[in-house]
């Protein structure tokens, strides 16, 4: 059998796109997912996405990380998906649409490569010693670090993604610098089980930690740097609650093909848990 994908990127966070709007596409596929997902034996992502239809909204985005597991909400995988449906013709250039923590509405520029993608409001930040740690769509966990640039981020990260206060549910790290504007992020991923070079809502998540650490009110506006390119943030907070938050960066179609993916017996659907 072969398989219609579509590449896009957001900022170097990467995806496999699928449109699955006539649900041909069995997707409850680990195995299927994750080979497609290997950099060496498939097509190579951070995840793969399927856009499908869905009753009150322009689409649902389906999202799964790239170990084949479904996953918490993907904010770059959000704007990849938008600027996806804006090329199929779905939308024009603004959407409702639903993804698994909920509605987000997104705009697209008239080019069709930049997404401002409205996040969830965050209401609740607690703290893990000298780290914030929150929910922005899926569990972050931010801290404050100098020379980043030379940090061991897949040791440290992983050691803290799986110490026993996150084992369980696994929690996205993200070691974070001041810059002269903004910030520098670098973010160690779970389901990825590696940094990877953006990740959507992690900088949200650095974002707000920042707000709150500098203890800034108001209508906010955080330029934010990673390994794949720059992003920004605005936000309200007003010392308790984050509101109209939205995720701004590029996401651009790479390549799109066809892959081979046998004959679908051999990726029977597995059970999984979220």
Known sequence: MKLNFYKYQGAGNDFILVDNREG???????????????????IGGDGMMFLQKQEGYDFEMVYYNADGQPSSMCGNGGRCIVAFAK???????????????????????????????????????TRDNEAYVMNTGSPHYVQLVNDLEYKDVFTEGRAIRNNPT?????????????LDEGYFVR??????????????????????????????????????KVLGGNLNL??????????????????????????EVGDLAEYKAEEQTV
């Open 234 to 259: 605005h936000f309200n907070y007003d010392g308790i609650r984050f509101t109209n938050i939205f995720l701004e960066g590029p996401a651009v179609k790479v390549f799109e093909g066809e892959v």
């Open 87 to 125: 090329f199929l013709g779905v939308i024009e250039n603004e959407t409702n649409f639903l993804a698994v923590d909920g509605p987000h509405y997104a705009k697209i520029s008239a080019s069709g490569d930049w997404v401002s993608l409205q996040m969830i409001d965050v209401d609740y930040v």
């Open 166 to 178: 996150y084992l369980s549910k696994g929690i996205n790290v993200n070691f974070v610098q001041p």
């Open 24 to 42: 041909r596409v069995n997707h409850r596929n680990p195995k299927l997912i994750s080979t497609l997902c290997d950099r060496r034996f498939g």
């Open 187 to 224: 973010t160690y991923e779970r389901g990825v089980e590696d940094e990877t070079y953006a990740c959507g809502t992690g900088v949200t998540a650095v974002a707000l930690a920042m707000a709150k650490e500098n203890k800034q009110t108001g209508t906010i506006s955080t330029p934010i």
